[in-house]
């Protein structure tokens, strides 16, 4: 049965990673194509596939004091960031007409890194309620400072059902902590914000979400 | 005296969490009048009163290493924020026509964070010069970061009086340190940044103040 | 020969402080003729002479845990920064002149900036990979925060040249120290920087430099 536990973790771990570095890419993405429609060179574009989806994990990192951050410390993430950079470059067209698919990732992507985001400062020792502001701040940080660069009002601020699934995620997971294992909870809690976000994307509760309107 | 001196320090204590805190509700009125400005959904107002109160005193506690920033930890910083977004939301008009009122309080609470930001920087050992500095940032990045976010050059950079007041109070905060106990230093640098503050209101010694022009 | 290898160390540690507050001064004319450009107030100029000196280096001073960052602690950045914003008020029409040499010096200044920023995240335990990342990030840092305060969209992502040759002479840098001394290593990551980055000036191999279209 410990056999099992480990291996059940192992698994666990792995999946979390890979989800991870699933929303990871996938912010990067919309990073990337916000380049491009604002034809920025190579560079510009790798710079901005990179703040997307890093941005909001290394800000909860600086302010958890979890130093040096996840994004600088493990390479992955650039190159997973690099990665999708390059794939928006090459294959520009067809991940634009992929975009309705990209957005199903993207609500993936915001619900692992707001659970994933509230979790780490719970174990940084934050109390619940910043521990959820946080974990909504992991997962909208990469728009806000993408749109930053490109000097646009951020995206979230007009638009606010994308940032309230991330913060409804957030406080489930960090929440169901005091009832239940933090892997169920965080399960629920992701499940939560992607059905918001899903329902929100499919009933056009809100405007144009973040990938369009960059 | 011993217990007067304890009742003393306790009444002082209570007084700056007071003035911190009425600081933070008055800075949070500005930022939630700018994003009102902005016709941001309630989401984006709430995001505008926590940064326009809260930025500069987490930019100053990332720069001296005290993480997590007192903002974050402290769930009052963050109550106290949205409780002004709301009454902005749901007040607009009467706060609208109290400007000249929150313009005052506007100035107390520039003069409370430029000193308490001054001295808990002293506190974390860094030099005088520096510790002045960032009593200033404390003061103005509230405002620095809530035009960002709304995509303008940020007031301060146009209307300096308002940043050199914060310096001054700062400054004298951090000098009277050396003769005086730190209580007595930090309600002179106060009153010392509130009085600039308000001559160069009454006087017009510079452009429309952060809260008008945001 | 002790003796003389003291000296030595003593020469190169002065001469990198030399270097070092060199480039803060040639990357705070940058800031202030750019807030003289925007027809900011002596205020707003210092700070953007201050930010285009040194948000580089407290950045990655943040992001590799380093805190205070040096530019807080120490008060020679910040009187350089002030002494080139206040040469930049008063001699506006020489230094606008002279910025064909005012390029030379940036590009000196960024070489240093790249391969000092990234030999300090290596000391900090950083990856290599990471660390010459985080040599490009001391380097372009402060351009990319001076522009987002004059809201325009940071000229490095419009013009590769700068942060790939900020990026080599960093990778460069770290690359080196696997085979070399790190004083010669670093010293041949900052000639590539430099080569690259006069060449690309002298053959117009990208938009115009940050300095000109601030």
Chains 1, 2, 3 share one sequence.
């Not at 890419?25 to 604002?38: D, E, P, Q, R």
């Not at 174990?123 to 990469?142: E, H, Q, R």
């Amino acid at each position: 049965l410990k056999l099992a536990g480990t291996d059940l973790d192992q698994a666990i771990n792995l999946l979390v990673l890979g989800l991870d570095l699933a929303g990871t890419f996938v912010f990067a993405l919309s990073g990337a194509l916000a380049g491009v429609k604002h034809r920025l060179d190579v560079f510009g574009i790798m710079v901005l596939s990179f703040a997307a989806s890093n941005a909001g994990g290394i800000l909860r990192d600086l302010l958890i004091g979890a130093v040096p951050p996840a994004a600088i410390q493990d390479w992955r993430y650039l190159g997973t960031a690099l990665v999708a950079g390059a794939l928006t470059v090459f294959l520009r067209r067809f991940i634009q007409k992929a975009q309705e698919g990209v957005l199903v990732f993207d609500a993936a992507g915001l619900a692992l890194f707001a659970v994933s985001g509230a979790q780490k400062a719970l174990d940084f020792g934050l109390n619940p309620l910043m521990a959820a502001m946080l974990g909504m701040v992991t997962g909208i940080g990469g728009g806000v400072v993408r749109d930053l660069l490109l000097r646009e009002i951020p995206t979230v601020l007009r638009s606010e059902i994308y940032a309230l699934a991330a913060l409804a995620g957030a406080a489930a997971a960090v929440w169901g902590q005091f009832f239940m294992p933090a892997t169920l909870s965080g399960i629920l809690g992701a499940l939560l914000c992607f059905g918001i976000r899903m329902l929100a994307l499919r009933r056009n509760w809100n405007l144009p979400p973040p990938v369009d309107s960059a």
